[in-house]
């Protein structure tokens, strides 16, 4: 049983780093012949409506609709700061820098979850090899934006863009892990989908195309919203349910790997040595600054959590 466990585990967490880290990937071919706004409105929305139907066969049209009513308020917020604002900034961030520039500026996220825990999670302890690796991370952002970047200052604000995302994402994070307990995951998945969509919504339609987009395009959108979005929603809850948030926080390690081979080898985008050179700083700055290398080695001496 544990063995079957720990090769789910595995299994699970490389699967949701390679789709994830593939999302960088989709969402620059979509932006080539769709605004940033119109893709993410058109994700959250195609997300949605996969994800609805998820709810309704899980849960029942009654305790789906009560659950969503009674959550809108948690389900708001996170559809503006985990769904529309950071993947608006992703997807204009990736007008101006590659992909694989996207996916490692991404990596930031957990530096961003410490700075906001003193505040929001005062019980986490704080020493200063977790600050030594704050600096370390926001050296590799420096780096990766680069002093004389390839792009000019559109693809620093691009990286920066994407940057800010993180922090986005960060607080997400902190409010989903502070609200998880009182609502169903799957709900909040739903609920801040349905959000997202709404909010970008009158955006998108002021931004429609001309023409319709490329095969390129739009395969790479419904790439982006059924396995970057709903597919991998289902899939981090599944990880969650069986490993914890500590083991599942490993993917932070992986995604940016992949988003780097993916946009080397389909896309002809160069390894640059300030790329390489920021992923190593930020990813040791994470490590450091999120104490994962601590909660890696507790969590690979313990057995992995059982199902829900």
Known sequence: MRDRAGGSYLLLLLALAAIWGASYLFIKLAV??????????????????LLVPYLLVRIGRRDTLAQLRGAWR??????????????????????????SVAGIAQATVPLFSFL??????????????????????????????GLNPKGGWWAVAGTLAVVLSSVSYASGGIYGQRRVAAVAGPVLATGS???SALMLLPFAATQLPSEAPGWKATLSLLALAILGTALAQLMLFRLLAIAGARRMSLVTFLMPGFALMYGAILLDEPVTA???????????GVALGSGSLRRLERATASAPAGGR
């Open 193 to 195: 989908m349905l959000a």
């Open 274 to 284: 300030s790329a390489v050179a920021g992923l190593a700083l930020i990813l040791g």
């Open 74 to 99: 948690d389900c708001a917020v996170l559809g503006a700061i985990n769904a529309a604002i950071p993947f608006t900034l992703v997807a204009w961030g990736e007008t101006h820098v590659d992909s």
């Open 32 to 49: 080539s012949d769709l605004e940033p706004t119109v893709t993410m409105c058109a994700r959250s929305l195609i997300a949605a409506a």
């Open 116 to 145: 906001l825990g003193l505040h929001f999670l005062p019980h986490e302890r704080v020493g200063p090899v977790r600050w030594f690796g704050l600096g370390l991370g926001i050296a590799g952002v420096t780096v990766l934006a």
